[in-house]
Nanobody, 118 residues
Framework: QVQPVESGGGLVQAGGSLRLSCAAS????????MGWFRQAPGKERGFVAG????????YYADSVKGRFTISRDNAKNTVYLQMNRLKPEDTAVYYC???????????WGQGTQVTVSS
């Protein structure tokens, strides 16, 4: 089972960048596809980006395509989310999880808050 710990969030102005990290415990981390999700106040948690176990394939929600990049380092059991050209509507708590396609199946961490000011 993968237990994630997210970090890297903060307050940034619109147009700025942030890099999120997800350190995941578990010896089988490199066997799992991983994904990032986000939840804004009053909204359901939704899929943002995913990456296959090898890192050879990535996929994104339409709302972040071309602005966000997901990557992973299996030697460090870590998944990253590089977020560029941030918009106020990107404000949310960001989480990572093991995924099948765009569906999470593992444990949730505490998340990391991203706030984008206009």
């Amino acid at each position: 089972q993968v237990q994630p710990v997210e970090s890297g969030g903060g307050l940034v102005q619109a147009g700025g960048s942030l890099r999120l990290s997800c350190a995941a415990s578990g010896r089988t981390f490199s066997s799992y596809a991983m994904g990032w999700f986000r939840q804004a106040p009053g909204k359901e948690r939704g899929f943002v980006a995913g990456i296959t176990w090898s890192g050879s394939s990535t996929y994104y929600a339409d709302s972040v395509k071309g602005r966000f990049t997901i990557s992973r380092d299996n030697a460090k059991n870590t998944v990253y989310l590089q977020m560029n050209r941030l918009k106020p509507e990107d404000t949310a708590v960001y989480y990572c999880n093991a995924v099948v396609g765009t569906s999470p199946w593992g444990s949730w961490g505490q998340g990391t808050q991203v706030t984008v000011s206009s």
